[in-house]
C-alpha cells in the first residue's frame, strides 16, 4: 500500500490540538462582536413574537365570540 499521509517525521500529532485551540480562543471574540452589535435582530424577534400571540389571541376571541 502507499503511504498517503506524506513522509514519516513530517506529521504533527498537536497540529489538530493547536488548530482547535485557536478556534476555541476566536469563539469568544465573534460571540462578544456579536453581542455588541445592537439588539436589532432580538428586538425584532420578540416583536414577530408578540405580534404572532396577537394575532392567535384575536382569532381565538372571534372564533369563540
Given at each position: 500500500?502507499?503511504?498517503?499521509?506524506?513522509?514519516q517525521g513530517n506529521?504533527?500529532?498537536?497540529?489538530?490540538?493547536?488548530?482547535?485551540r485557536a478556534f476555541v480562543?476566536?469563539?469568544p471574540q465573534s460571540r462578544q462582536a456579536a453581542a455588541t452589535t445592537g439588539g436589532g435582530p432580538r428586538i425584532?424577534?420578540?416583536v414577530g413574537v408578540v405580534v404572532a400571540v396577537a394575532v392567535?389571541?384575536?382569532?381565538?376571541?372571534?372564533?369563540l365570540k
Open positions: 500500500m502507499a503511504n498517503t499521509q506524506g513522509p506529521h504533527d500529532p498537536a497540529g489538530s490540538t493547536q488548530m482547535f480562543d476566536e469563539e425584532g424577534l420578540i392567535v389571541a384575536a382569532v381565538a376571541w372571534l372564533a
